[in-house]
């Protein structure tokens, strides 16, 4: 199926941990012919583009739109690229509680985060073979349900159950499939979240460079591993919610 052309695919490219995987990508994998950049500021792709010194492929798109996708399932079938890496990170969150906040919003979230995602992992999956990876941004939002970033929460234990699930599902094909679970992550994320609502402040001093979350995240996909667990909190957090009643916990968080 796939030709020589070997490509890395990125989403949520623009800002944040997508463009920190772009930048690392760049930086560890020379092997790559282009990286497929995908979000809807297509200036902010092309700036990108300028900083790194792969190939960037800026592809603007809203990936919940079906024209959209489209465009991108004809672009993979006229090329037929070795995809080495699909990199779902375009997501986003909004804080509030359930009755309070708007219902297209909410909504919204389930179709970028979980819908989306799925999507594009099922189209790209063919162009995928034995060493390929699939990185996925859950959360640590995902280890326990989350009142006041209720449907967030919810959408992220999605990605994160599908994500272990594909990946039992690939074990004899040779890709792996990792979920990633950073807590806060000091990036654009939170001026949307926080427009409807503030993030404790724990959280804020808990607040992870992308960076460091990103280079974890490269290292554990090529290892193999199916989780991905940034820093001593979120790993502390992890093990909490299995062991103790969630209800209890959210007196916490
Ligand atoms: N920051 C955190 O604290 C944190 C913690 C855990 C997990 N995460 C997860 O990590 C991922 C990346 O978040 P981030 O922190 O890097 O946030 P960010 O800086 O706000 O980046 C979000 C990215 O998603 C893209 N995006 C959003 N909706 C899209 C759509 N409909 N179509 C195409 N692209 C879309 C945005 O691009 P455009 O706006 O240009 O389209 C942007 O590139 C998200 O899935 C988030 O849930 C974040």
Redesign the pocket.
């Known amino acids: 199926m796939a030709n020589n052309l070997k490509i890395a695919i990125v989403?949520?490219?623009?800002?944040?941990?997508?463009?920190e995987f772009v930048r690392l990508l760049d930086k560890e994998l020379i092997s790559l012919d282009e990286i497929w950049v995908?979000?809807?500021?297509e200036e902010?792709l092309k700036a990108l583009a300028k900083e790194v010194g792969t190939k960037l492929v800026p592809i603007e798109?809203?990936?919940?739109s079906k024209e959209a996708v489209g465009v991108l399932a004809y672009l993979l079938k006229e090329k037929k690229p070795a995809v080495k890496f699909l990199i779902?990170?375009?997501?986003?969150?909004k804080i509030g509680r359930v009755t309070a906040l708007p219902v297209e919003g909410q909504l919204s979230m389930v179709k970028?985060?979980c819908l989306?995602l799925t999507e594009l992992t099922l189209m790209v999956l063919p162009y995928m073979a034995k060493k390929s990876r699939i990185i996925q941004?859950?959360?640590?939002?995902a280890f326990l349900p989350q009142p006041g970033f209720a449907v967030?929460a919810a959408t992220?234990s999605y990605v994160l159950s599908f994500s272990r699930a594909l990946n039992n599902e690939l074990s004899n094909t040779g890709i792996r499939v990792t979920a990633?679970?950073?807590?806060?992550?000091?990036?654009?994320?939170?001026?949307?979240a926080e427009q409807t609502g503030s993030i404790p402040v724990y959280k804020k001093l808990v607040?992870a460079d992308?960076e460091k979350v990103v280079r974890k995240a490269f290292y554990d996909s090529v290892a193999g591993k199916s989780m991905s667990v940034y820093g001593g909190t979120m790993k502390a957090l992890h093990v909490l919610a299995k062991l103790l009643p969630h209800e209890f916990m959210f007196n916490f968080i």
């Open positions: 989403t949520g490219a623009s800002s944040g941990i997508g463009r995908i979000a809807r500021r902010r798109m809203d990936i919940t779902n990170c375009a997501g986003f969150g970028v985060n989306a941004m859950a959360s640590a939002a967030y992220k990633v679970c950073p807590g806060p992550v000091n990036t654009e994320f939170f001026d949307l607040m992308p």
